[in-house]
Every structure is written in structure tokens, then in C-alpha cells.
């Protein structure tokens, strides 16, 4: 071969002659042809290492060199393969390690196009869960597209964190330049390589696709110490470029990266290991991280580091529980005289865990750790003892008769079985507690379907009552704890409890066959549901199992409901309500169907609820969605009333008159003047076209709808109904009753919500930032704990999702932050609320009717109408404060009314512009129209031009 363009070096070492193996084989399986492989042995290899080397050498002599250069540290072992290399670019794998397919090329391609000195790409690494692997997440935004950078801090994750371990390569002549050598002295000096040659190089190639799959899985306990220097070592390189900045960026990195995994994995260690890995840091960590840094991290992950800088192991093992277990209280808590709360060994700004919320909870509502500390096994009969954690602010009533029960409970939760706890020993912090209890007599399972019992402990005061699941570190219990066990088919099903800890730290008991009668019984039933016979009949029941699935499944349905049941005749008097995808019974359709049975129509609602039936009337015939007699109701219909759209796929029935309320006027595009839908192929707009055409009424409340709503959906002049929108008629009149009777008593259901006369509402209601078809729990942009700690003496804030998604809240002071995204009717949450924070949604040109503050808080307001499209300049229209971040956001709350004043024209003006057909009796006037002929004669309201 003439000099090659790529040279892997390979360090074989750990991983043996396989992982030797598999390195080498993706080297030379480069579609780029001109790539040599350069094993390098360490001193004493074993004989079969040398073999497996020398052999690859022998059968491709042009490609693969070996190299024995006497030494056996893995930075000595680099530099070898670095002075040996022939290659335009240099490339370091570890054993083990593999190029993907096109990697040498893809690296070399770009080297050569953009001249770069330094190419790097996306790599992928173990997860310790047998052969999953998985790339980094930092690695998304860094390698997101293929580009070029003139300086590494232009793409500063090379640096802050470890991007350049393996999956990079570099320009040999580059290498020779700048001297750049792997330190000897460094056991980790691939955390250091990288980042150095970034920083001395010139022009940096990213590749956006993955190079190297096959890394180990971290594990920062083996050689913490040398992790450490190697750490230290960066952050002078960058300190020495004057880079203060992405100093502290490396620094923050460094504790995700690889402190909090280590603290994450405590409970799988044993003691010993845990108690070396403690005393470790205790050594190394002091000073390594500056606490201004440490502050930065959220509350758990702070405290465990912390707790890992002092060597305290146990404290370690319960911050990696409370790590591992989201919510859980692990350790004591000590609430302090300013209402700050902190982990046991407080007061230290790190171990300050306030915004957890812990303290706002009561003791039947929190989650305790309950850490079992004992175990054993003798015979039938198993000792068992542990500890259940409380924090200062709660526990159980002092006066009351404190009993504890052990429940061990069947994995599908079908059966439990109960123990009483013998010895309960309460204190300051926590309850000590140990019994003994015969398994073999208490746990009476079936056998075959009934293997697996989850252990947990439930405590009782005689007023309330405290659920804990039993931790456990991973190595309280083991093959010599096993007991006897009798099922109640025979000890043929079953004959001994192995007690396990699992993935998520819980004990557990496990029925196994561990003698002859019931391991042979075992294989015989294997035997008998796995022969040949036995499999056809599995694959019988599977197939008729797949079509009674088809019965239910959407695409028979549907097939069904056209062929069949729209041929069924009307029922006269039929009315199907919908609400939001029968999320809710809300909106208009509820407006309407209540001024229906006001008026006493003849008439036979149907309401549509998607899951749960709660919060929707008993008085009326409800249907689940998408069942079969939602589609029989739908089919017999002589109306439809719904505010979003019954499914494109099911047809109108001939003869049913479809009013769609809809659901808010329009900010951003909507329908054909969509990106997504103008990007959709014919197919599937023209199946928008149809499922809109299935409207016979459609109700605007100005003549902004008709411009944009009506127009984007190719709607025909005399579908539009000009009556304002029936959910609005109850904010009139709220607004109506302001003016002559005043603000006070509020509705009922502030009562209902707790909230205080003496504290003004802020309504909290962002817009759908999804995709049709999605539903997620969403992170609110609005930090609800931090407005709780600034506002909650004045204001109670209420958050509202959008119906397809849900908030996920903090814990809160009571009082302060409440969320309200089930309740069913937002008229009646806008009716009582003071103050409406919302960016972009439809709920600003409702609540402008109440003529009542509206603040705006959109932090992404340019992205987002770049993104979705816009009618109309928010910034120019706005009602109200239009803010960017939270701190304008809370300046404004803090002279609300300076901002109600100086906005008092503009909201004015938007309530005209948007909502110039709401009047207040838009549901009277939808009933006189579309129920006319249920009705006795009386004046209707005409569609089209003569509805003006």
C-alpha cells in the first residue's frame, strides 16, 4: 500500500482477543480502501493476544502492522501507534471499540474538502444493559448538521465536554507541528488529548454521522483519582486560553457527566466498593468544582455530590435512591426559621432542597423512603429490619396509636398478603421498625402465574395512613437467604422465595424451582406448552386473538360505520355533543346543550367523553369515544355539535345537520394556510377538504374569522353563522355583573378551588406547542415555584393546559399555585380569574370581552411565528405587557395597575376587533337557527350577509 490516508491505531488491552477482534475487522472493512491498522501490544500480553495479532497481520501484511513497544500504559501505548503512523489522518480506537462502516471515509472526505486539521463525528457507547448502546445527548446539538469551525470555541461542547475521547481523527503533519502526545503520567489522558489538540489546531471538521460505536460503558468509580486530574488538566488548558467561561461550562458538565452517574449507581455496589469510591473523593474532590458551580445543578444532584466530596457513603447510597426514585424523601429533612428546607447536615447552601416542595406535603401524601437495613433467612422464618425516614415538618399524629402493617403484594396487584410489624421505635427522624414473620406460611401463592411479590410497608395513626415501597441496596440479599415455599397447587409449582432487589431498588421475593419435583415439573410444562402441537395452538389463539383485535380496531370500524350503519334511519330529535375530542364537557357545545334543556327542547342529547366519565351530566345518554355506539350514535344523528371535529373518516350521514362551535379565533395559521398541511400530499388535504365540508353551520364572532378561519378552511359564505361564540354569553354577562354589582362575592367555584378573597387569580394558560396527534406532559415555560415565591402573598396563580397536553407542576406553598387544566369549562375558570398570562393562545380574545388585564409572556414569540405563521403582529395588537422573560413578567404583575391603565384603549380596540358578534346571547340565537324546526315559530337569526 502507498501511504495511507487513514491510520487507526488500536490499543489492545482489556477486552481480550474478541474485542481485538472486532476492532480489527471494522478497520479493515473500510470502504475507504487506503486505511492501515496498527496494533499496538502491551508489555506481557497475553499469548493468545499476540496470535490473534500476529494472524491479522499475516493475512492482510499491506493493511495491519503490529507494534510491541515494551510498555503497558495506555497513554505510552497512543503515542507508539502515533510515531509509527503513515497516514494523512490519524485515528485512535481502544479494544473494543468499532469504525462504522463509511467512518474512514466520511472523516476523510471531509478533511480533505475543508482542509481541516482536526475531524470529528458522533460516537456511540455501551449502556451496561447487555448490547444496547446509545449516543451521548450533548451530542444532538454539536453534530446536528456536517460544518466547519475555524476555532473550537465556535463549538465549545469539544471541550466542555468529553466529545474528543474517541471518534475523531487527526492530520499527522498537524500532530508533528504541534508535538501533541497523550500524557504518560495521566491514566485518562483521552479526557485531555482532545480538548488540547482543539485548542492548538486550526480549522475543526463536524461530521454529523456516527464514527465509532462500541465504547465502554463509563464508569467513573474504577479511577476516580485519575478522572479528576484528567479533568483538572482541561479546564488549565482552557484556563490558559483565557476561557474563563467555558471553564465553568466544563466544570457543571463534569458533575452531570460523570459525578451524578456515579452517584446513581451506589446502590448497585457493594459496601466495600461504595465505601472505597467515598473515601476516593473525599481525597479528590475537595476544590475541584467551584460551589458557585455546585449551586447550579438541581437539588438531589447537588446534595449527592456534595456527599460524595465528603466521603460520607451512606448519605450517598440515600441521595442515589432519591436520584433513582423522582419525589421520594431519602433522608431527614430540617425546615429552618426562614422557611428554608434542607438534607440532613444542613444548613449548607448545597444541601438547601426548598424547591423541592417537600415541606408543602402532608404525611399521607409523601413519598418516604423506607430502606430495609436486615435480612435473613432462617428456614421459614425471616428476620427483617429498616428504617423509614421523616422529615422535621410531618410524621405520624403524636397522640394517635401508631401500628405498622407489611404488605407483600402480587406483581399484577390482583392479591396481597399481610404482617403486622412487632417493633416500632419512632424518633426525630424517622421510625426504626423490625419483625419477624414465616414467609413459607404467610405467602400462599397459586404457583404457575403468581412468581413475583413486591414488599412495602403501610403505617397507620389511626387518622392517616402512609404507603413506603421497601428499599434496599443491591447486595443486602443473596442465594443464602432463600426460604421454603408452599403453593397452594403443590410444591410441584414452586418450592422456594428467593428474595431479589430490583432495577428500581425495591425488595422483592421471587417463587423459584430450586429441587428435582419442581424443576422436572417446570420442564415438563415447558415441554408441553412449547412441542409442536402445543405451538399451533399458541399460533391459533394469536391468530384468533389478531381478529377479535380487528373487531375493535379503527380501520373495521370505519369500514362498518359506511357500509352499514349509515344506512340506518335517523332518530328524530338525535343531538350528538362533543366537546374538544370528549375531553372535556366545556366549550360551546355545552353552552349550547344547556340552552337547549333550559328552553325544554324535545330533544335527545348524546355527550361524547374520551376516557373518563366524571365532570359530564348524569342525566343524558354519555358514549366513548371511537366505541361502537359512538359510531351507531353518530350514524342514527340528526345533529352534530362539536368544537374541534368528529373524525375525518366518518362520513355525514344524509340528512344530519353538522354545527361546529369551533374553538377560538385564529393567531396563528390554521387549516390550508398551514406549512404542515400545504407540505401534505393531495391525498390528505383533500381529505381535510371533505371532513370540512361536512360542516352545515359554522359560528364566527368577527370579521377577522371570516378573514382568516373561514378562508383558510374554503368555507362557503352560508355555512358561517354570525353570532359570537355560546361559551362567551357567560363572560358577558360576568362582565355585565362587574359593572353593577362589583367584583365580589366571587363564583362558587373559587370556593370550590380554595382560593381567598384577600388574593387577586392570575390564569396561567399557554397555547398547544405540539403536533395533531401528540399528547405529553409539557414543562411550563413559566417557572410556577419561582411566581409562588414572589407573589404568593398577593396572587394565587391557576395553570391551565392545553386539553392535548398536561403541566407538570412543582410542589408549592398551599394556596399559591393551582392547577385547573381538568376542569371541564374554561368560561367558568376565565369568569373568576383577575389577571390571564397566555402567549399566543385563543383564550386572549375570550377573556378580552371581560375587559380585564391580559399579559403576554412569550419568551419564543419570533421563533414561534417564523415557525406556525401568524395573521397579524402580536407585538402591534396586543391587549396587553407583551414580555420576553419572566423577570418582565413579574416587573409587570408588580405595577399591574399602571400596566391595566396604560393598556386600557388597546384592550378595548382588541375586544371590538376580535369579538365584535359576541353580544351574549350567541347560544339563543344558535338554538333559533339550527333546532328551528323543534321549536315553536319564533324569530331566527339568517346566515350569510343577512346575519350582519
Not at 495479532?53 to 501505548?77: C, E
Not at 485515528?91 to 482536526?118: F, I, K, M, P, S
Not at 415438563?524 to 402441537?533: G, K, Q
Not at 362533543?578 to 364537557?585: A, I, K, L
Amino acid at each position: 500500500m502507498s501511504t495511507p490516508d487513514v491510520s487507526c491505531v488500536i490499543t489492545a488491552g482489556e477486552g481480550g482477543e474478541d474485542a481485538l477482534a472486532a476492532s480489527l475487522e471494522s478497520v479493515l472493512d473500510q470502504s475507504l480502501r487506503a486505511v492501515e491498522a496498527l496494533v499496538v501490544l502491551p508489555a506481557g500480553a497475553p499469548a493468545g493476544l499476540r496470535t490473534a495479532a500476529g494472524s491479522a497481520a499475516v493475512r492482510s501484511p499491506d493493511r495491519v502492522r503490529v507494534l510491541d513497544p515494551g510498555t503497558d500504559g495506555a497513554a505510552s501505548l497512543r503515542n507508539a501507534g502515533l510515531d509509527a503512523a503513515l497516514g494523512t489522518y490519524v485515528l485512535v480506537l481502544d479494544a473494543g471499540e468499532r469504525l462504522q462502516r463509511h467512518a474512514c471515509r466520511n472523516l476523510w472526505e471531509a478533511g480533505t474538502r475543508t482542509r481541516a486539521d482536526l475531524v470529528a463525528g458522533r460516537w456511540s457507547r455501551s449502556t451496561g444493559e447487555g448490547s444496547k448502546e446509545r449516543e451521548p445527548s450533548w451530542q444532538q446539538p454539536l453534530f446536528a448538521r456536517s460544518r466547519t469551525v475555524a476555532r473550537f470555541t465556535e463549538a465549545p461542547e469539544l471541550a466542555v465536554r468529553d466529545a474528543l475521547v474517541t471518534g475523531f481523527c487527526v492530520r499527522r503533519a498537524a500532530l508533528e507541528r504541534h508535538a501533541l502526545r497523550y500524557d504518560e503520567d495521566l491514566t485518562h489522558s483521552e479526557v485531555l488529548f482532545g480538548p488540547l489538540v482543539a485548542a492548538v489546531v486550526g480549522r475543526i471538521a463536524l461530521v454529523r454521522r456516527r464514527i465509532v460505536s462500541g465504547r465502554a460503558a463509563p464508569d467513573a468509580g474504577r479511577d476516580l483519582a485519575g478522572l479528576v486530574e484528567a479533568h483538572r488538566r482541561v479546564c488549565h488548558v482552557l484556563a490558559a486560553q483565557g476561557l474563563a467561561e467555558l471553564r465553568e461550562e466544563r466544570d457543571r458538565s463534569f458533575l452531570l457527566d460523570h459525578l451524578v452517574p456515579l452517584v446513581r449507581t451506589f446502590p448497585e455496589r457493594p459496601v466495600a466498593a461504595r465505601e472505597r469510591v467515598a473515601a476516593t473523593a473525599a481525597r479528590v474532590l475537595p476544590d475541584v468544582v467551584p460551589e458557585r458551580v455546585l449551586l447550579t445543578l438541581p437539588p438531589v444532584e447537588r446534595v449527592g455530590v456534595r456527599l460524595l466530596e465528603r466521603g460520607d457513603a451512606d448519605g450517598v447510597l440515600t441521595a442515589a435512591y432519591a436520584l433513582r426514585r423522582r419525589g421520594v424523601v431519602a433522608a431527614p429533612l430540617s425546615v429552618q426559621d426562614d422557611g428554608r428546607v434542607y438534607w440532613q447536615g444542613g444548613p449548607d447552601p448545597v444541601l438547601d432542597v426548598t424547591e423541592l416542595g417537600h415541606q408543602y406535603r402532608p404525611f399521607d401524601e409523601l413519598k418516604l423512603m423506607n430502606r430495609v437495613t436486615r435480612y435473613e433467612a432462617h428456614g421459614s422464618r425471616v428476620l427483617l429490619a429498616g428504617r423509614l425516614v421523616l422529615p422535621s415538618h410531618t410524621g405520624p399524629a403524636p397522640d394517635g396509636r401508631l401500628t405498622a402493617r407489611l404488605e407483600f403484594r402480587v406483581r399484577d396487584g390482583s392479591r396481597a398478603f399481610h404482617a403486622p410489624v412487632d417493633s416500632l421505635r419512632p424518633d426525630a427522624t424517622g421510625i426504626s421498625w423490625s419483625t419477624g414473620l414465616d414467609v413459607t406460611r404467610l405467602l400462599r401463592p397459586f404457583g404457575p402465574r403468581d412468581t413475583v411479590w413486591d414488599a412495602r410497608m403501610v403505617v397507620e395513626d389511626g387518622r392517616t395512613r402512609s404507603v413506603s415501597d421497601l428499599f434496599a441496596a443491591h447486595d443486602l440479599v443473596g442465594p443464602g437467604e432463600r426460604s421454603p415455599a408452599r403453593p397452594r397447587l403443590g410444591r410441584t409449582t414452586g418450592d422456594t422465595w428467593q428474595p431479589y432487589v430490583t432495577l428500581r431498588d425495591h425488595l422483592a421475593l421471587r417463587l423459584e424451582a430450586r429441587h428435582r419435583p419442581a424443576r422436572t415439573a417446570r420442564g415438563l410444562v415447558h415441554y408441553a406448552t412449547h412441542f409442536r402441537p402445543a405451538r399451533r395452538v399458541r399460533l391459533a389463539l394469536r391468530a384468533l386473538g389478531r381478529r377479535r383485535d380487528r373487531l375493535h380496531a379503527r380501520g373495521f370500524k370505519v369500514a362498518v360505520y359506511r357500509s352499514w350503519l349509515l344506512r340506518l334511519p335517523k332518530r328524530r330529535g338525535s343531538v350528538v355533543f362533543e366537546s374538544h375530542m370528549g375531553t372535556c364537557y366545556g366549550d360551546s357545545p355545552r353552552a349550547v346543550h344547556e340552552e337547549v334543556r333550559a328552553r325544554g327542547l324535545r330533544l335527545r342529547p348524546v355527550w361524547v367523553h374520551a376516557d373518563s366519565t366524571e365532570g359530564f351530566p348524569t342525566d343524558v345518554r354519555l358514549v366513548r369515544r371511537w366505541s361502537w355506539r359512538y359510531l351507531w350514535a353518530l350514524a342514527r344523528a340528526e345533529y352534530w355539535v362539536d368544537n374541534q371535529g368528529f373524525p375525518q373518516n366518518l362520513d355525514k350521514p344524509s340528512g344530519t345537520t353538522y354545527l361546529q362551535t369551533w374553538h377560538g379565533s385564529a393567531y396563528k395559521r390554521m387549516g390550508f394556510d398551514e406549512t404542515r398541511v400545504r407540505l401534505q400530499n393531495t391525498p390528505q388535504r383533500e381529505r381535510l377538504q371533505q371532513a370540512v365540508h361536512r360542516f352545515d353551520h359554522f359560528l364566527v364572532r368577527s370579521e377577522h374569522d371570516e378573514r382568516t378561519l373561514a378562508r383558510a378552511y374554503r368555507l362557503p359564505e352560508r355555512t358561517l353563522l354570525r353570532t359570537g361564540y355560546p361559551r362567551n354569553d357567560v363572560l358577558l354577562a360576568a362582565r355585565a355583573r362587574d359593572e353593577a354589582e362589583g367584583r365580589l362575592p366571587r363564583p362558587a367555584l373559587a370556593a370550590e378551588l380554595g382560593l381567598p378573597d384577600h388574593r387577586k387569580v392570575v390564569l396561567y394558560a399557554p397555547t398547544f406547542r405540539g403536533r395533531p396527534g401528540t399528547r405529553k406532559r409539557q414543562r411550563l415555560l413559566l417557572d410556577a415555584a419561582r411566581f409562588a415565591e414572589r407573589f404568593g402573598d398577593t396572587y394565587t396563580l391557576l395553570v391551565r393546559a392545553h386539553y392535548l397536553e398536561a403541566a407538570s407542576l412543582p410542589a408549592c406553598p398551599p394556596g399559591t399555585v393551582v392547577d385547573v387544566s381538568r376542569h371541564h369549562d374554561v368560561s367558568e375558570i376565565l369568569a373568576l380569574t383577575d389577571v390571564l398570562v397566555t402567549d399566543y393562545s385563543s383564550i386572549m380574545f375570550d377573556y378580552a370581552l371581560l375587559d380585564r388585564p391580559i399579559v403576554l409572556f412569550a419568551p419564543d414569540l419570533d421563533a414561534y411565528a417564523a415557525e406556525r405563521g401568524s395573521y397579524f403582529d402580536l407585538r402591534e395588537k396586543a391587549p396587553g405587557p407583551v414580555t420576553a422573560t419572566e423577570e418582565e413578567l413579574f416587573a409587570v404583575l408588580a405595577r399591574l395597575k399602571t400596566a391595566e391603565t396604560e393598556f386600557q384603549e388597546r384592550r378595548t380596540a382588541f375586544a371590538e376587533e376580535f369579538g365584535a358578534y359576541d353580544r351574549g346571547d350567541a347560544a339563543r340565537a344558535v338554538v333559533d337557527t339550527v333546532f328551528a324546526r323543534h321549536l315553536a315559530p319564533s324569530r331566527t337569526v339568517p346566515t350569510g350577509e343577512a346575519g350582519r
